[in-house]
């Protein structure tokens, strides 16, 4: 009898504890863990660093209101500004709750500048931004919104497809009342799909034309997942507003909003707060967190040890080109996509004690901490590959 609602299709395993890439289940069973808490756990499980700051912040300090200075907050958001286009951060504690204050942010730069009618948000239709009201609704997806009616107003959409033009009509979905394009740069629930270098270059051209704002969703493929610290810096496109949560508190919960000096004169007094974000426990994690990304060589071997295991598994995908449709993704933020329903195959990976998570369009999502080892990547090339042998 369990009294939690019903709101998840939980598998029937717990785990005592965990340590870096594995997991240890309850009946004393070894997972390698290719999930890490849906790429938040960037570190892998209980890192000795992050333990250890945790538990010298704890003594110390838990919780103060955003009333007083919070100077572990200034400490983190300083390290964020150096290392990206940011001039600004406001912290929250959950990604869905980022990518509504980054949609606040955009709605009160125009409300400040006199064009409080522009508050139009164009988003990708079936993409994710949480499961707030009005992230379900920018997320355009029938599946999220179904009952959770009436509709929040504000969001329009656009089609990302697979062939090209990549955004086919998007000129004629943007109107004179369209505030912000808000995209994933990798859509990661809908199934791992990059955004093309190209195509970001595409839309900060309109952006930039049509003066709005590029909000640029790096909850998931923030961080350091996509082998950058930001998975658009590839591209060498500068957004206005960058919403991140996941891989940032290393299993901790933290978001933010980044923004840029234009955006951030709304952001008055009173204009937004948050009770928990910015708490100095969180803050001193993340900052944790920043320092060893930050370290030299650390997203060199994040990008080398991908590198490799995007080879590898195109290999796999070769040998089994009747089971595995496409290997895609970019950094460790990988999707395995099969030509029929994964559902089979994620369970034998598991009988097998490797763990990895469904994406969208029939996608094996594989997320493994960002400073796995290669003998880790290896175990689980092992198992995919005796997976697809094996799989009928
Ligand atoms: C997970 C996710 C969110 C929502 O984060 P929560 O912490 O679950 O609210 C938003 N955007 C993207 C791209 C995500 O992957």
């Known amino acids: 009898m369990s009294f939690l609602a019903k709101n998840y299709n939980r598998k029937k395993i717990s785990f005592k504890y965990g340590k870096g890439s594995y997991?240890?289940?309850?009946?004393?069973?070894?997972?390698?863990?290719?999930?890490?808490?849906?790429a938040v756990n960037s570190?892998?499980?209980?890192?000795?660093?992050?333990?250890?700051?945790?538990?010298?912040?704890?003594?110390?300090l838990w919780h103060v209101s955003n009333a007083f200075q919070i100077p572990?907050?200034?400490?983190?958001?300083?390290?964020?500004?150096?290392?990206?286009?940011?001039?600004?951060?406001?912290?929250?504690?959950?990604?869905?709750?980022?990518?509504?204050?980054?949609?606040?942010?955009?709605?009160?730069y125009f409300y400040s500048i006199g064009k409080p009618k522009k508050n139009r948000i164009l988003c990708i239709k079936n993409s994710f931004h949480g499961r707030t009201l009005a992230a379900i609704f920018a997320s355009g997806s029938k599946k999220m919104t179904e009952g959770f009616g009436p509709k929040i107003p504000g969001f329009d959409h656009i089609d990302f497809k697979d062939s090209k033009p990549r955004f086919p009509n998007i000129r004629k979905r943007i109107n004179k009342n369209t505030a912000a394009i808000m995209v994933e740069t990798i859509l990661g629930e809908g199934g791992i799909k990059p955004i093309p270098d190209k195509c970001l270059k595409y839309l900060r051209k309109i952006c930039n034309e049509k003066k709005i704002l590029l909000i640029l969703d790096e909850v998931q493929c923030g961080i350091g997942r996509s082998g950058n610290f930001f998975a658009f810096e590839g591209s060498k496109v500068k957004p206005d507003i960058v919403p991140i949560a996941k891989g940032i508190g290393g299993g901790f919960p933290i978001g933010a909003v980044l923004m840029?000096?234009?955006v951030a004169i709304g952001m008055t007094p009173g204009s937004h707060g948050s009770t928990f974000g910015g708490n100095p426990l969180a803050?001193?994690?993340?900052?944790?967190?920043?320092?060893?990304?930050?370290?030299?060589?650390?997203?060199?071997?994040?990008?080398?040890?991908?590198?490799?295991?995007?080879?590898r598994l195109s290999?796999?995908?070769?040998?089994?080109?009747?089971i595995i449709k496409q290997v895609r993704g970019k950094g460790l933020l990988i999707g395995i996509q099969l030509f029929e329903d994964q559902t089979k195959f994620i369970k034998k990976l598991m009988d097998n004690k490797l763990l990895t998570i469904r994406a969208a369009e029939n996608v094996v999502r594989i997320l493994p901490p960002l400073n796995v080892k290669k003998s880790e990547i290896d175990l689980?090339?092992?198992?995919?590959?005796?997976?697809?042998?094996?799989?009928?």
């Open 23 to 38: 997991l240890y289940s309850k009946d004393n069973k070894k997972y390698l863990d290719f999930v890490q808490g849906i």
């Open 43 to 60: 570190l892998g499980h209980a890192n000795p660093l992050l333990v250890k700051t945790i538990k010298d912040q704890s003594k110390k």
């Open 72 to 108: 572990e907050g200034e400490k983190l958001a300083k390290k964020l500004c150096e290392r990206t286009f940011a001039d600004y951060v406001m912290f929250q504690n959950s990604g869905a709750e980022a990518t509504e204050a980054a949609i606040k942010v955009a709605r009160k």
């Open 260 to 262: 840029n000096k234009k």
């Open 283 to 311: 803050m001193s994690v993340g900052s944790k967190v920043m320092d060893v990304i930050s370290k030299k060589n650390f997203l060199n071997n994040v990008k080398k040890l991908s590198k490799y295991f995007h080879f």
């Open 315 to 322: 290999k796999i995908k070769e040998a089994y080109p009747h």
């Open 380 to 392: 689980a090339l092992k198992i995919i590959n005796k997976v697809c042998s094996e799989y009928k």
